[in-house]
């Protein structure tokens, strides 16, 4: 099982980004995603997921900004992010788990956001 995490860079405050976590070896329909994140010096914490009905959770700290989604094949999910702060720079994780015990984390990719 893999999970490939892509499209950080670097953008201005306000500018947008979309992340893209794409799997292999499982199907994304089974399992719950989730994108995390790690700034520097932080601890890693939740910024959305969705479950296997679809239904997104946000922190609130992204609400009304980003929007995660499942794309229209059965392995990619993705984050789409918008009015980027700057607090919003750190490495974005995905992760794809189930109540059953499997946890699958992607390698991260780096989102900076500076003007």
């Known amino acids: 099982v893999q999970l490939q995490a892509s499209g950080g860079g670097l953008v201005q405050p306000g500018g947008s980004l979309r992340l893209s976590c794409v799997a292999s070896?499982?199907?994304?329909?089974?399992?719950?995603i989730g994108w995390f994140r790690q700034a520097p010096g932080k601890e890693r914490e939740s910024v959305a997921r969705?479950?296997?009905?679809?239904?997104?959770i946000y922190a609130d700290s992204v609400k009304g900004r980003f929007t995660i989604s499942r794309g229209n094949d059965k392995n990619t999910v993705n984050l789409q992010m918008n009015g980027l702060k700057v607090e919003d720079t750190a490495i974005y994780y995905c992760k794809a788990y189930n109540y059953g015990g499997s946890d699958y984390w992607g390698q991260g990719t780096l989102v900076t956001v500076s003007s």
């Open positions: 969705v479950g296997t009905s679809g239904t997104p």
């Open positions: 070896g499982l199907t994304f329909d089974d399992y719950v």
